[in-house]
C-alpha cells in the first residue's frame, strides 16, 4: 500500500519561508521522480516543482529563484524549501509519484498573511 505523508505546512508572513517534507512509504522511491502540486480555492491544481531520480529538478515559473526541491532517497522524504513567500503561494500542497498508478498525500496547508 503506497503512502505519501506531507507535513510543514502552516501559517507565515509574506516573505518569511516554510519547508515541506513528503514521506513515501509501499513504493520504490530511489527509481521514481517526485513532483509537488499546489491547489488553492477556486484554482486549478498547478505543479510547484518536480525532481528526478538524479536529482535533477525543475520548477513553475511563479516559484522559481524562491523554492527548493530536494530528495533524500535515504530517508524516503522529498522536501520544498519554500522562501521569499507571498500571499499568491496559499494553497494546499500536495506531494505525487507515478509509478504504474498516480499515488497522491492527503496535502498540507500553506497560508500566508500579508
Known amino acids: 500500500q503506497v503512502q505519501l505523508v506531507e507535513s510543514g505546512g502552516g501559517l507565515v508572513q509574506a516573505g518569511g519561508s516554510l519547508r515541506l517534507s513528503c514521506v513515501a512509504s509501499g513504493i520504490t522511491f530511489s527509481a521514481n521522480a517526485v513532483r509537488w502540486y499546489r491547489q488553492a480555492p477556486g484554482r486549478q491544481r498547478e505543479m510547484v516543482a518536480s525532481?528526478?531520480?538524479?536529482?535533477?529538478?525543475n520548477y513553475g515559473d511563479s516559484v522559481k529563484g524562491r523554492f527548493t526541491i530536494s530528495r533524500d532517497n535515504a530517508k524516503n522524504t522529498v522536501y520544498l524549501q519554500m522562501n521569499s513567500l507571498k500571499s499568491e503561494d496559499t494553497a494546499v500542497y500536495y506531494c505525487?509519484?507515478?509509478?504504474?498508478?498516480?499515488?497522491w498525500g492527503q496535502g498540507t496547508q500553506v497560508t500566508v498573511s500579508s
Open positions: 505525487n509519484m507515478f509509478e504504474r498508478y498516480d499515488y
Open positions: 525532481i528526478g531520480i538524479r536529482g535533477s529538478a
